[in-house]
């Protein structure tokens, strides 16, 4: 049982560069999230997922676009790479309970991603 | 949105000493976990706890909604225990409910 995999681990991009943050989760969960995170600081929620075929936005998602590709998959794109864009993203997954109530969150290992 | 703030920022202690961590959040919640981030920087959830106290195994929480803190308990630290504790809530009103917000974290340093 893998849990939740992102891929890739590691990235460097140039400055205007484009690319595809990938996440899927085996654990038949309904609710999908990216997070990104800064030194120093906590997670920040970029678009999060609460159900197949629907995505919203979260504290931070201005250079983002999300995909929310099937049950299992919820990929992020950034379509053209900025510096401030170099974080540390976080995938995760949850049962969404009723309207509101997130469960227990899990997340993946986190990508790398460096612009220069 | 909500603020949630946690204390102290960052903690040393010699291995075997308890440790108390809070965590400080502006309104009502549906929900409160706490997470625990490894020096490799794996995030690992330690507890789903809006309410009440639990336990697992060296640690526990308590959660008192109603005054709108949580605290994490470790005893006996040891040199794993080490990494950043995270402490995120769900906001109960409608407009951010389904989305965590997480405070900037505990840095816990155990020393051998």
């Known amino acids: 049982n893998a849990g939740v995999t992102q891929t890739p681990k590691f990235q460097v991009l140039k400055t205007g560069q484009s690319m595809t943050l990938q996440c899927a989760q085996d654990?038949?969960?309904?609710?999908m999230y990216w997070y990104r995170q800064d030194p120093g600081m906590g997670l920040r929620l970029i678009y999060y997922?609460?159900?197949?075929?629907?995505?919203d936005k979260g504290e931070v998602p201005n250079g983002y676009n999300v995909s929310r590709l099937n049950k299992r998959e919820f990929s992020l794109r950034l379509e053209s790479a900025a510096p401030s864009q170099t974080s540390v993203y976080f995938c995760?997954?949850?049962?969404?309970?009723?309207?509101?109530?997130?469960?227990?969150?899990?997340f993946g290992e986190g990508s790398r991603l460096t612009v220069l | 949105g909500i603020q949630v703030e946690q204390s102290p920022p960052d903690l040393i202690l010699q291995e075997g000493a308890n440790s108390t961590l809070r965590c400080n959040f502006s309104d009502s919640v549906n929900n409160l976990q706490w997470f625990h981030q490894n020096p490799w920087g794996q995030l690992i959830n330690l507890f789903y706890?809006?309410?009440g106290t639990k336990q697992n195994g060296r640690l526990s929480a308590t959660t008192v909604a109603t005054e709108r803190y949580s605290l994490l308990y470790i005893s006996s630290s040891q040199t794993t225990d080490s990494g950043v504790y995270f402490c995120a809530v769900e906001e109960r009103s409608s407009g951010s409910a389904r989305q965590l917000t997480f405070g900037s974290g505990t840095q816990l340093t155990v020393l051998p």
């Open positions: 997922s609460a159900s197949e075929g629907t995505t």
């Open positions: 706890i809006p309410s």
């Open positions: 995760a997954s949850t049962i969404l309970q009723g309207w509101a109530n997130t469960g227990e969150l899990f």
């Open positions: 654990m038949n969960h309904n609710s």
